[in-house]
């Protein structure tokens, strides 16, 4: 450029391109340049009291009983609250909104004491009646709700959903006066405390979803901010598109004295390996997730902001049980005893995830499923030849579909190895779209195909429910009547825990033993966090209690070592 | 002139509406809907959402009511973003989009035009040889390489710029803007070393030089103007590439611009997005070829005889 723009002042300028190109560059020179360097987003935070949170992929929705997913769900959680709040650490119902509450002898009644200070974030009285409204908006079937079938443990709430009774007060649920909420249940559902900290069973502010639509009316712009009204600690103040999500305390909160961060900054970045180039650069405390290559530099690294930690969610295959060479019990079982479970989360997974010899996961409510499978191949051998393939003759080539995700394939890549080699039969791999996969699966349209839950509420029940008859996450053409008594009728009538936790392992073991579904292993959450962040505990649903966290400055920091 | 430029924007109505009428039965013939999920959608929902957004009618019915709104300037709600309207989020991420293609063209100007220049005036020198091949370089060279490697030089090894965001932190936009830039550059350098070569071999130069005129002189005042139309040309169809190409560069820096919104979309077969942003882009690149034409028409009085003559 320095050649075009040497002075010589006698030489007229009329030429236009010289003139745009000067033009330009100083335009650029103005707009582009600014100070480097300068403070990062995590050691101003730290003295702000501003959390930068990595927060996955722009929301779809913040409207509690239309989203799903989890991004969606650290922002509602940080804006609204339920009855119940979870320990950060252990995971057990503690008092939010209600102070306290009773359970009848039957187990079916609970009722809910209300704080007399709970507020709604623009001051309004937040009351029991909420609730019943929020919980009849929430089984609207034209709002769709995916979550709808948190509530049908409550009495007639399925029916109601469902149409065949139209009078809400019949479902059991009811604001005996502003403090006092009774819910009654259809049986003693021990997980049931847990479900009121899920979001589709928050309360929503009733005067603003209607000033802004119908009652059960999607897209409509309450959710946005400068409308949204919430009940939890911090408000909704800003939400730039693709951009970030800012939130800051909520004055009206009941325990407002207790919330130490002023202001959190969730930030969409679908990209991880960029979240992670954000982290180093110290532009987030938190990361969403870790691309898996970085895993095992970040661990040999022995770097104490990586945190693995066990999460509520399996691995699984489905075996697609209408298909001919599939049929057999003893071919499922081959299947499943000849995956070297500890080799493929060694070497290929790398991200230390458990191996999982049964489909949920160890330690869910203090249920530990007990298991006969293990790594067999030769037992597998023998197992194959009964069902008429020894040495794998005569068996068909068979199809893993999985969707796109170099992660997948290489799980693919290596189960297909491993029954060439203990079993000798021919796997192909079959990838496709998102979307597609879906489709495929759900219309039958494969072999095996790759799976994963991830659970919505520490119970077996959530696992083992997946694989009831014509279940719409079923998928297998599994069957078994016997199997879905225990689910739907034993395991919720048992009068303890310990019986109850019984029920499952019976069915889990008639699942294992029969083998629609080859447990693969229990996921674990892999995140970057900051040493500055406190209060953020690892557990297994990887919730994080907003209201607990604090932010350590980099003097206070500096005290201590 | 004006004859000529409505006559291109007539000739474009046929061009968009087969570009509507395509994509929209393509999105619709993709297998996999909008509402479909990991977990099982219970009928009653993908009922209620069927309704809501019109995908119980024929497709036909659903195609003529999207053309009638789409003839009104209305693009319809997105499926996936549940409240906003598909205008409003290419309201949203145009503005940036437009920014960083703007900054982009800077420096692919800027780099470009010069070395383009250097090395026409001493073709077969080193002067010559060194940003040809830095343009070769830089032609090969994937926004998806060089960003994460500027990003890694400048951004964690030096620490000078920021290594993501767009706005956000001062000087946050100069790492982007020469990654999506740097392309753009390495082309124009050659469009503009060629032309600039034919130029300078023309008899109106040998004039100029036979005068006495500076070197500098000829060159900035009497070459440029001509040697400069072949970039002239590209710029159009650049600007419109820029924007719609933008994906790769928005992702790796995590910009919000539209780029990002139209890959999504088609992940999600959010159809009303798909179908908004490449009417959009599509008017846009239409827009902006128009828009270089006239340019070159303006520049080169020749082609200004033709249209004329045409009359």
């Known amino acids: 450029m320095t050649f075009l723009s040497s002075s010589s002042i006698t030489e007229k300028r009329r030429s236009g391109p010289e003139s745009l190109i000067k033009l330009f560059s100083i335009v650029m020179l103005i707009s582009l340049t600014g100070c480097g360097g300068g403070e990062s987003n995590v050691s101003a935070g730290n003295k702000s009291g501003t959390l930068y949170w990595g927060n996955g992929t722009e929301p779809q929705s913040l409207d509690p009983q239309i989203a799903t997913g989890v991004p969606e769900h650290h922002i509602i959680s940080a804006v609204m609250e339920g009855l119940v709040l979870k320990d950060r650490k252990t995971l057990e119902p503690r008092p939010g ?84 909420l009774q819910v009654t249940l259809k049986y003693p559902t021990p997980y049931f405390l847990q479900l009121l900290d899920h979001y589709s069973l928050f309360p929503v502010h009733q005067a603003t979803i209607e000033k802004f639509g119908d009652a059960d009316q999607r897209g409509t712009r309450w959710t946005y901010e400068g409308n949204l009204v919430g009940n939890g600690p911090f408000q909704l103040v800003d939400w730039k598109i693709n951009r970030r999500i800012v939130v800051q ?116 409510m203090g249920y530990f499923p007990e298991s006969d499978l293990t790594f067999d191949p030769e037992g597998a051998k023998l197992l194959l030849a009964e069902a008429g393939y020894p040495n794998g003759k005569g068996f068909p080539p068979t199809e893993i579909l999985y969707n796109t995700n170099e992660g997948h394939r290489k799980v693919a890549v290596a189960l297909q190895d491993m029954w060439k080699k203990h079993l000798n039969i021919d796997i192909r791999l ?102 500055s962040v406190k209060n953020y505990d690892p557990n297994i649903m990887n919730a994080a209690s907003y209201k607990d966290i604090y932010l350590q ?6 005290d201590k070592e | ?34 509402f479909s999920a990991d977990k099982a959608v219970p009928p009653e929902v993908i009922k209620a959402l069927e309704e809501q957004y019109n995908l119980n009618q024929p497709v036909w019915k659903q195609y003529f009511s999207y053309l009638g709104d789409v003839v009104q300037g209305d693009f319809g709600p997105s499926f996936k973003y549940s409240g906003r309207t598909v205008n409003e989020l290419i309201a949203a991420g145009l503005p940036i989009t437009a920014e960083l293609a703007f900054y982009a063209m800077l420096v692919a100007l800027i780099v470009g035009i010069s070395a383009g220049v250097a090395a026409a005036i001493r073709p077969n020198t080193l002067q010559d040889y060194l940003p040809m091949t830095g343009a ?19 951004g964690i090894y030096l620490d000078w710029l920021p290594v993501s965001g767009w706005g956000d932190l001062p000087g946050d936009k100069i790492l982007p803007s020469i990654t999506l830039g740097t392309g753009y550059a390495a082309y124009i350098a050659r469009l503009s070393r060629g032309g600039m070569l034919e130029v300078l071999s023309q008899d109106y130069i040998r004039t100029a030089r036979a005068k006495g005129l500076s070197e500098r002189l000829i060159i900035v005042k009497h070459a440029l103007r001509g040697g400069l139309i072949p970039v002239v040309a590209f710029l159009g169809p650049a600007f419109a590439g820029l924007l719609a190409g933008s994906f790769v560069v928005e992702t790796i820096f995590q910009i919000p611009g539209l780029g990002r919104f139209y890959v999504q979309a088609a992940f999600n077969r959010d159809y009303t997005l798909i179908l908004g942003m490449t009417i959009f882009l599509s008017t846009l690149i239409i827009l902006f070829n128009l828009l270089s034409d006239m340019l070159a028409i303006w520049l080169n009085p020749k082609l200004r005889h033709e249209i004329e003559g045409a009359k």
Not at chain 1, 101 to 107: Q, R, T
């Open chain 2, 136 to 154: 070769m370089i830089g032609i090969c060279m994937p926004s998806f390489l060089l960003g994460p490697l500027l990003v890694l030089v400048f």
């Open chain 1, 97 to 180: 909104v209600a102070k306290s509450w009773d359970i009848s002898e039957n187990g079916r009644v609970y009722t809910f004491y209300l704080r007399d200070n709970a507020r709604w974030s623009n001051g309004d009285p937040h009351t029991a009646h909420d609730y019943a409204w929020s919980w009849w908006r929430a089984l609207q079937p034209a709002l769709g709700n995916l979550y709808a079938y948190m509530l049908f443990p409550i009495e007639n709430a399925q029916k109601y959903y469902e149409g065949d009774i139209s009078n809400f007060d019949q479902v059991g649920v009811k604001a005996l006066d502003d403090r006092t």
């Open chain 1, 430 to 531: 079959l990838n496709q779209e998102w979307k597609v996969y879906l489709d495929s699966e759900s219309a039958g349209q494969y072999e095996i195909s790759r799976a994963g839950w991830i659970g919505d509420y520490v119970d077996p029940n959530n696992f083992l429910d997946l694989f009831l008859c014509g279940g719409g996450n079923n998928r297998t053409g599994w069957c078994n009547e016997e199997y879905d008594r225990l689910i739907l009728d034993v395991a919720p009538s048992m009068k303890s825990h310990k019986e109850r936790l019984k029920v499952f392992q019976k069915a889990e073991n008639m699942l294992l033993d029969d083998m629609p579904i080859i447990p693969i292993y229990t996921y674990t959450s892999v995140q970057l966090v900051n040493s």
């Open chain 2, 1 to 34: 002139m004006y004859r000529f430029a409505l006559g291109r924007l007539l000739q474009a109505i046929p061009v968009l509406l087969m570009v509507i009428t395509v994509t929209f039965f393509l999105v619709h013939s993709a297998p996999g809907g909008p």
């Open chain 1, 553 to 558: 400055t980099d003097e206070e920091s500096s």
């Open chain 1, 249 to 364: 305390s909520n004055p009206y909160y009941w325990d407002k004295e207790n919330v130490s961060l002023k202001e959190i900054i969730f930030i969409p970045i679908e990209n991880i390996v960029t979240e992670e180039r954000m982290f180093r650069a110290g532009q987030l405390h938190v990361t969403s997730s870790l691309p898996a290559d970085k895993i095992s530099v970040y661990r040999e690294a022995n770097d104490p902001e990586l945190r693995i930690a066990p999460y509520l969610g399996t691995y699984y295959y489905r075996l697609n049980v209408r298909k001919p060479q599939l049929q057999d019990r003893r071919v499922r079982r081959a299947l499943a005893m000849t995956i070297d479970r500890q080799r493929l989360v060694d070497n290929i997974t790398k991200g230390g995830q458990i191996p999982a010899y049964a489909m949920t996961p160890p330690g869910t």
